[in-house]
């Protein structure tokens, strides 16, 4: 039935409705008579002459059309989304324009990293937190031999290797202090302030976690002759997982041994928390092991990738070699990048980046040496002292710079073509085009 709309005046029940429903219209010629609009009803059934099934097939035709409007709508936005996505994921940048800029005031030893809204910088004697603009948030000193960092979302710990203070911080400040027994070989932090420390003594290593606070929550002893020595330590972002990669000696060979530990109630049963080991690596070295996600991690040998999946227990989703021998690898919780050594082909370097299904997203040779990799979203950020160079996920160069300050690093901002570059006397807010 066709639906007459109304003007405000009918909705409040103006008399003059009540003459047009009666027949006695108001358009009889007079001048001074309101004005109304006319709508022809001619043609259309009447309620009453509609059947139940009519009246339904109409309901439904009207169903349909909108549901084909909404598919046509919804099509539209997802290709106008995909070709603005292309275009910005394929712009290139020539030079680069700077926003902001402070004077360095630490001495070159210091290091950067970027952290939260901004960066960290921190050395031997302390560590301090800044916004985007270089303004200081917060500032913790202390006394490390050999400082290391580790971030997760908002929490980041200092560690003192070879040392015995741990320090966890969030965006607003100091969340605790863990004082440790034992030396540090490595830390890692997760999304709760919850630390991991690998430790070592004479005769075993201790992988223990502590809260934010200094509490001890489990600890985990190897051996030499038992376990092994463990090389790397991941946790998951929620630190009930933790993944170890090991080297022991088995006759007259080293060999490598991957193991799962789970910290929730679904460890609690099982032997020193492990709930799975893979030692099929045989003699090759896996060095660098690594939570991606609270349920993905993986690791890396000297040319093997072995990506695991564990909802509790750890299974193999996928494993693959590379011809050359990986020199370095990162990561971020969508892919993972490998730096192989390519001299015998010509260029000195291959760089192949996968997803962490295990799937190659591209790859690509060059000559520079580069000593900093990065990913910053669906971009490789790649910088050395002189220069910084940008790729997309299909391998394409969207910007390559050179610098005229000696070039300590570039801080990725989650933006594509915003930077924090960091030199010898400036740091800067950078922007490309």
Same mark, same amino acid.
């Given at each position: 039935?066709? %639906?007459?709309?109304?003007?405000?005046?009918?909705?409040?029940?103006?008399?003059?409705?009540?003459?047009?429903?009666?027949?006695?219209?108001?358009?009889?010629?007079?001048?001074?008579?309101?004005?109304?609009?006319?709508?022809?009803?001619?043609?259309?059934?009447?309620?009453?002459?509609?059947?139940?099934?009519?009246?339904?097939?109409?309901?439904?035709?009207?169903?349909?059309?909108?549901?084909?409007?909404?598919?046509?709508?919804?099509?539209?936005?997802?290709?106008?989304?995909?070709?603005?996505?292309?275009? $910005?994921?394929?712009?290139?940048?020539?030079?680069? *324009?700077?926003?902001?800029?402070?004077?360095?005031?630490?001495?070159? /030893?210091?290091?950067?990293?970027?952290? &939260?809204?901004?960066?960290? %910088? =921190?050395?031997? #004697?302390?560590?301090?937190?800044?916004?985007?603009? &270089?303004?200081?948030?917060?500032?913790?000193? =202390?006394?490390?031999?050999?400082?290391?960092?580790?971030?997760?979302?908002?929490?980041?710990?200092?560690?003192?290797?070879?040392?015995?203070?741990?320090?966890?911080? #969030?965006?607003? &400040?100091?969340?605790?202090?863990?004082?440790?027994?034992?030396?540090?070989?490595? $830390?890692?932090?997760?999304?709760?302030?919850?630390?991991?420390?690998?430790?070592?003594?004479?005769?075993?290593?201790?992988?223990?976690?502590?809260?934010?606070?200094?509490?001890?929550?489990?600890? @985990?002893?190897? /051996?030499?002759?038992?376990?092994?020595? +463990?090389?790397? !330590?991941?946790?998951?972002?929620?630190?009930?997982?933790?993944?170890?990669?090991?080297?022991?000696?088995?006759?007259?060979?080293?060999?490598?041994?991957?193991?799962?530990?789970?910290? *929730?109630?679904?460890?609690?049963?099982?032997?020193?928390?492990? @709930?799975?080991?893979?030692?099929?690596?045989?003699?090759? !070295?896996?060095?660098?092991?690594?939570?991606?996600?609270?349920?993905?991690?993986?690791?890396?040998?000297?040319?093997?990738? /072995?990506?695991?999946?564990?909802?509790? =227990? +750890?299974?193999?989703?996928?494993?693959?070699?590379?011809?050359?021998?990986?020199?370095?690898?990162?990561?971020?919780?969508?892919?993972?990048?490998?730096?192989?050594?390519?001299?015998?082909?010509?260029?000195?370097?291959?760089?192949?980046?996968?997803?962490? *299904?295990?799937?190659?997203?591209?790859?690509?040779?060059?000559?520079?040496?580069?000593?900093?990799?990065?990913?910053?979203?669906?971009?490789?950020?790649?910088?050395?002292?002189?220069?910084?160079?940008?790729?997309?996920?299909?391998?394409?160069?969207?910007?390559?710079?050179? @610098?005229?300050?000696?070039?300590?690093?570039?801080?990725?901002?989650?933006? %594509?073509?915003?930077?924090?570059?960091?030199?010898?006397?400036?740091?800067?807010?950078?922007?490309?085009?």
């Amino acid at each position: 039935m066709t %639906r007459v709309n109304s003007n405000k005046e009918c909705d409040k029940g103006d008399s003059r409705m009540a003459d047009i429903i009666s027949g006695k219209s108001r358009f009889n010629g007079d001048k001074k008579a309101p004005i109304h609009k006319v709508v022809n009803i001619s043609g259309v059934q009447a309620a009453e002459d509609l059947d139940e099934q009519a009246v339904r097939q109409r309901i439904k035709n009207h169903r349909r059309h909108v549901l084909i409007v909404l598919a046509i709508v919804a099509v539209v936005v997802v290709a106008a989304i995909f070709i603005v996505r292309r275009i $910005i994921d394929n712009t290139t940048y020539t030079t680069y *324009s700077v926003r902001n800029s402070v004077n360095r005031d630490d001495t070159e /030893t210091a290091s950067y990293m970027g952290f &939260g809204e901004g960066y960290i %910088r =921190y050395s031997n #004697d302390g560590i301090s937190y800044f916004d985007e603009k &270089g303004k200081a948030i917060w500032n913790q000193t =202390y006394s490390m031999q050999k400082p290391q960092v580790k971030t997760c979302q908002d929490k980041l710990a200092v560690g003192d290797l070879n040392g015995n203070q741990i320090y966890v911080f #969030d965006e607003k &400040g100091l969340m605790g202090k863990v004082e440790v027994p034992l030396s540090i070989s490595q $830390i890692e932090v997760g999304k709760q302030g919850v630390v991991a420390a690998i430790l070592e003594d004479n005769n075993a290593n201790y992988i223990n976690l502590y809260s934010a606070n200094g509490e001890k929550l489990y600890t @985990v002893k190897t /051996t030499l002759s038992g376990d092994g020595y +463990p090389v790397d !330590i991941s946790i998951s972002d929620d630190a009930k997982k933790l993944i170890a990669s090991y080297i022991y000696v088995s006759g007259e060979t080293m060999n490598t041994n991957v193991v799962f530990y789970n910290f *929730s109630d679904v460890g609690q049963n099982e032997t020193e928390r492990v @709930v799975g080991g893979f030692n099929h690596y045989g003699s090759t !070295i896996v060095g660098d092991v690594q939570f991606v996600t609270d349920t993905a991690a993986v690791a890396v040998g000297e040319n093997v990738v /072995t990506i695991y999946k564990m909802k509790e =227990y +750890p299974s193999i989703a996928k494993e693959f070699t590379v011809d050359n021998e990986i020199e370095r690898v990162f990561f971020s919780n969508q892919y993972i990048g490998l730096l192989m050594n390519n001299a015998d082909s010509g260029e000195l370097y291959k760089l192949e980046v996968y997803d962490i *299904s295990g799937s190659k997203e591209f790859e690509t040779t060059f000559n520079t040496q580069y000593n900093r990799f990065q990913f910053d979203g669906n971009s490789v950020v790649m910088n050395n002292a002189t220069s910084f160079h940008v790729m997309n996920m299909s391998g394409k160069t969207l910007t390559m710079q050179n @610098v005229d300050l000696p070039l300590n690093t570039i801080i990725a901002t989650g933006n %594509r073509g915003k930077y924090i570059m960091v030199n010898s006397k400036y740091i800067q807010n950078i922007r490309m085009k």
